[in-house]
């Protein structure tokens, strides 16, 4: 199950874990968050969906199909956090995986102060990962060194954190795992141009597809990366701004 937001322009939010989760043999279970003004530059305006009507979607789908994994991108707000935790009490051993979207690549906001600490209070606790991305890990950790902010998040609840490199420099991306009793684990790929519009969405739809399949935490995410990697390597020149990432060319492990 996805709960994500639009992106009008095709290359992030839930049309972006819509193609992964296909591509990676599962099937999605989309609920829309919020609408989005964006394109591959920025995010210029965003609308939540009504909270109460995800929560008789969430509430109907379970009803009728198995949820083996559920991925959440950008939430809207923070009722629609409260909705989904409430949800998540209901389902205690479906394994999530949430992208803390906080902050587009242009800049953009897509989360307000009452929707971080609804995510930090409440959501990330109940995740068996969050993958943010550097900025994005900074200001949840409230430190600028990623390992000193990770715990500073495993300490207040989260059971891992999967600190994403794709926004950093240098001819590698690394992406490293923290968690509670174990050494971090990284993972390396070659560094392909610049960035890309929606490579976080993707990577995060990834790894839930890799849960949703019974895949470790870790097999899952190698599985996402490499998927990651080829459709960096296939991007779209969609747009005036960042390169989409081709998610519908085919791939193989």
């Not at 969050?130 to 609840?157: F, K, M, Q, V, Y």
């Not at 999967?162 to 070659?190: C, F, K, M, S």
Request: glycine fraction near 12%; proline fraction near 6%; charged fraction near 15%.
């Amino acid at each position: 199950m996805i709960l994500s937001g639009l992106d009008p322009s095709g290359g992030a939010g839930i049309q972006a874990d819509i193609q992964a989760i296909t591509a990676l043999g599962c099937h999605p279970l989309p609920v829309l968050t919020c609408l989005t003004v964006q394109d591959t530059r920025n995010v210029y305006d965003a609308c939540a969906v009504d909270a109460e009507l995800i929560r008789k979607q969430l509430d109907c789908v379970a009803a009728d199909a198995p949820i083996h994994a559920i991925k959440t991108g950008a939430l809207g707000n923070a009722d629609v956090v409260k909705v989904l935790v409430e949800f998540l009490g209901k389902h205690p051993n479906i394994p999530v995986v949430t992208d803390p979207v906080i902050k587009a690549a242009g800049g953009g906001d897509l989360a307000d102060e009452s929707l971080i600490r609804a995510m930090k209070e409440l959501l990330f606790s109940r995740a068996d990962m969050i993958t943010p991305n550097g900025i994005e890990l900074a200001l949840l950790g409230g430190s600028d060194d990623p390992a000193e902010a990770a715990h500073s998040l495993i300490a207040a609840g989260c059971q891992s954190v999967l600190a994403t490199g794709g926004h950093g420099e240098g001819p590698q991306i690394t992406n490293t795992l923290y968690t509670r009793d174990v050494d971090p684990l990284y993972w390396h790929i070659e560094r392909v141009g610049g960035e890309y519009h929606g490579t976080g969405c993707t990577l995060a739809a990834s790894i839930a597809a890799g849960r949703a399949q019974g895949l470790s935490p870790r097999a899952a995410i190698s599985q996402a990366q490499n998927f990651v990697n080829h459709a960096i390597l296939n991007a779209l020149e969609v747009g005036r701004g960042q390169p989409v990432p081709d998610r519908g060319i085919p791939w193989e492990q």
